[in-house]
């Protein structure tokens, strides 16, 4: 009975949505220019060759507001308005076709015109087709040369076929006040000036309002809203050694709605301002083994990032024998061989639902109903009573899984869509309360005879780091053998057995990996919501890609029995010479 109210209830939403008749969706010049040309598309073939056995067009048509400011001063404002189509031409068939080989080249992208000219659209789609056809029938020819020299090929087919659907949810008009943003940018960035020990500042806003359009020759026409919007406080400093402390805040949410205003994000800057104050006057650590809490903020971004190394797995592409594949390395799923066993604690589970919205009052900004592949979005069960059930899937199948479940949210290598975290829950069968994981901790601190534990409550996640520090964790990397870590943590304090706390910089994670959530020992009652700009990759840098989605963590704080840190490899600069110029704080 429940299954079918569900099944009438998805009916009628569909049914409200997709329009009867074709007129209603072709009165959009976008679609209608996609549609038509894609018509058209389908009679490619040159000469006796094969024909596009697959071909889609999107169209993302954004608008975005970018403001910064520094110190009460605005450095930047502006508003911009972009239509990227991109094209994608399959030749072969859904087993064999011409992505996921080394001789595989990423979709084509263009710009439409912002004047709905239908002419012209017809004309950029009709060239990259075409461009794209010829280049595909090269290489499948590749790949299948290079196939032939392999003795046991991977048959894994390479694209999986999708039931077509039609969604077109109405366009959002695109609304920022400029003005007032700009106002309460500058006023936050401005907490910076009464605090001279912080050298580098910055309060940056940006919103965006994205309409994604889809069709394909599947029969799939997709118009669904992508807005996103975020927060960003940046902090650096110098300690009295030379050795950089930064420090950061995020909000991200799917609407300005969801992120801080006038005094509230004032008062967010003041938080960062003092903290990153407090790093540079902080002890420097010394390397450390034992147990470590990783609480709310910082267990979420833990989890974030190691478990986007493992929820994905990333196929390797074909090449020849004698091909140069050190340039090609794609590191392994970490539970690539670990489906059906226990990865975690049987007491932790863990699902991914992008069609949840909010959880305990907080926008999710992982929210999403179809990924950016035309697939409705589904929730999936990744970990049940400590048990790895199933990666989240694009339409790019891996082997020994099935297609996708609606999680190809972002453009990958050799023709490829990567799946993305959407939303992603971490839950507790039997959690305890905040403070009693302060003190199961003190108790294992005494149990192995040490000084004091370790509280992690913020790791760079998604990293501000300059390119020194980057500079400086490669060398680490390659030193440890390139085996996988966290990136750093930002905000640490030794628990002494009396109960204070104290604030120290200077640490790094020794290898860390999902293999270590096997030693999470409890988890609280407290579950922290984390919306995080993600780029697909574990080592998650702040703006260092265009393609960019939210997604959002929802974890409680985790005690691990043990976790090894040690001093971060930095020489330092020299100190200014001078002090910096008196600034006056506020308006």
């Known amino acids: 009975m429940r299954i079918a109210a569900v099944c009438v209830l998805l009916a009628a939403l569909l049914s409200a949505t997709v ?25 490619l073939q040159l000469n006796t060759l094969e024909k596009p056995y697959f071909i889609q067009y999107v169209s993302e048509d ?62 950029i789609l009709w060239r990259t087709t075409d461009a794209l056809y010829k280049s595909a029938l090269n290489q499948i020819t590749q790949k299948r040369n290079a196939l032939r020299e392999i003795a046991d090929p991977d048959k894994t087919p390479d694209l999986a076929p999708a039931k077509a659907v039609q969604i077109l949810e109405p366009e959002r008009k695109f609304e920022v006040d400029q003005s007032a943003w700009e106002g309460w940018v500058r006023r936050a ?17 940006r919103a965006f309002g994205s309409t994604y359009r889809l069709i394909n020759s599947e029969g799939t026409i997709v118009r669904i809203p992508q807005p996103l919007a975020t927060v960003q406080v940046r902090a650096s400093s110098r300690a009295g050694d030379g050795r950089r402390v930064w420090n950061h805040a995020f909000v991200i949410g799917l609407d300005t709605s969801a992120l801080p205003k006038s005094d509230e994000l004032a008062g967010l800057a003041q938080t960062v301002a003092v903290e990153t104050e407090s790093l540079a006057k902080a002890p420097l650590a010394e390397d450390y083994s034992g147990p470590v809490l990783f609480e709310g903020e910082a267990a979420a971004e833990m ?27 794609i590191p392994a799923s970490v539970w690539a061989t670990r489906v059906n066993s226990k990865v975690v604690p049987e007491w932790l589970t863990a699902f991914d639902d992008p069609l949840a919205d909010s959880y305990a009052g ?8 179809m990924d950016d592949e035309g697939v409705p979005a589904e929730r999936v069960s990744v970990i049940e009573k400590g048990t790895f059930k ?15 479940n609606g999680h190809g949210r972002l453009p990958g290598p050799f023709g490829s869509e990567l799946a993305a975290v959407g939303n992603l829950f971490i839950e507790a069968a039997s ?62 304090y030794r628990l002494w057995p009396d109960g204070h706390e104290e604030l120290v910089r200077g640490l790094r994670f020794r290898e860390f990996s999902a293999k270590d959530l096997r030693d999470i020992d409890a988890a609280s009652d407290k579950p922290y919501v984390l919306n995080y700009m993600n780029n697909g990759s574990s080592l998650n840098l702040l703006d260092a890609s265009s393609a960019l989605v939210g997604s959002s963590v929802v974890c409680p704080s985790l005690l691990f029995d043990n976790v090894e840190l040690t001093r971060a490899e930095n020489d330092g600069d020299l100190p200014p010479a001078v002090p910096p110029p008196a600034l006056t704080g506020g308006e």
């Open 19 to 43: 329009p009867s008749d074709s007129a209603s969706w072709q009165k959009d010049v976008q679609l209608r220019a996609m549609a038509d040309e894609l018509a058209r598309s389908k009679t």
């Open 431 to 492: 959690p305890v309360p905040e403070a009693e994981l302060r003190t199961k901790m003190l108790e294992k601190v005494k149990a192995a005879g040490l000084k004091y534990g370790l509280i992690v409550r913020r790791i760079d996640f998604p990293s501000t780091a300059a390119f020194s520090d980057l500079q400086s964790m490669a060398l680490q990397a390659r030193q440890s053998g390139y085996s996988r870590t966290l990136n750093q943590p930002l905000l640490v």
């Open 189 to 205: 960035s401005s907490r910076f000036a009464s605090h001279p020990e912080v050298m580098r500042s910055s309060v940056q806003f």
């Open 303 to 329: 989890m974030a990032q190691v478990l986007t190394d493992a929820l994905v797995v990333r196929r390797k592409p074909v090449a020849p024998p004698n091909a140069n594949t050190a340039a090609i390395q």
């Open 62 to 123: 954004s608008e975005g507001v970018t403001i910064s400011a520094d110190l009460g001063g605005l450095t930047h404002s502006s508003r911009f308005h972009v239509r990227r189509p991109s094209v994608e031409v399959r030749v072969g068939d859904y087993a064999l076709d011409d992505t996921n080989s080394i001789f595989s080249t990423s979709r084509q992208l263009g710009l439409f015109p912002l004047d709905d000219d239908y002419g012209a659209m017809r004309t």
């Open 362 to 369: 907080v926008q999710l900004a992982g929210h999403y109903r």
């Open 390 to 404: 199933g990666f989240l899937l694009s339409r790019q199948p891996v082997r020994n899984a099935g297609g996708s």
